[in-house]
């Protein structure tokens, strides 16, 4: 099943915000393929498994990510589905817009206080996203396998 994520006015607004503000530091350092949009993409974040049987937990765990760690996002869904502890045959995840912004590639950081990134690619289509307003849910994705 599909269905579209409907947001508050302040939920739009403050990642339109984020990407504002990431635009004017890439600008600022130079960094010319960020310039224009902020660097934004479309990743997959797998949802809790109780999301998919009715535990409400789906837009909490995208919007507030784990404090001090980030929020983990994928490139494709099959990376989502195996990270995010779905259920072997059936899960829930969501599809969203990131605002990547400037990233940094290695291991995953022990901090989230990496001086001058926006996020970090750890590996294998996955995105660290350190601040939860680069994160906009488009639509919430529950299936079976």
């Known amino acids: 099943m599909l269905f579209r994520v409907q947001h508050p006015p302040r939920a739009a607004a403050c990642f339109e915000e984020y990407c504002s503000v990431v635009h004017n530091h890439t600008i600022a350092s130079g960094a010319a393929h960020c310039a224009t949009d902020g660097n934004e993409m479309m990743c997959f974040h797998c949802a809790p498994s109780s999301a998919s049987t009715g535990g409400g ?5 995208v919007t507030w ?5 980030g929020i983990r996002t994928f490139d494709g869904s099959g990376g989502a589905h195996v990270s995010g502890g779905c259920g072997a045959s059936h899960g829930a995840m969501l599809l969203c817009q990131v605002i990547v912004g400037r990233v940094r590639t290695g291991p995953e950081p022990k901090s989230v206080s990496q001086a001058g990134f926006d996020s970090v690619r750890v590996g294998k289509g996955e995105l660290l996203v350190f601040d939860h307003w680069a994160v906009l849910p488009c639509f919430l994705i529950i299936y079976k396998i």
């Open 57 to 61: 937990e789906v837009y909490d765990a």
């Open 65 to 69: 990510g784990k404090a001090g760690v």
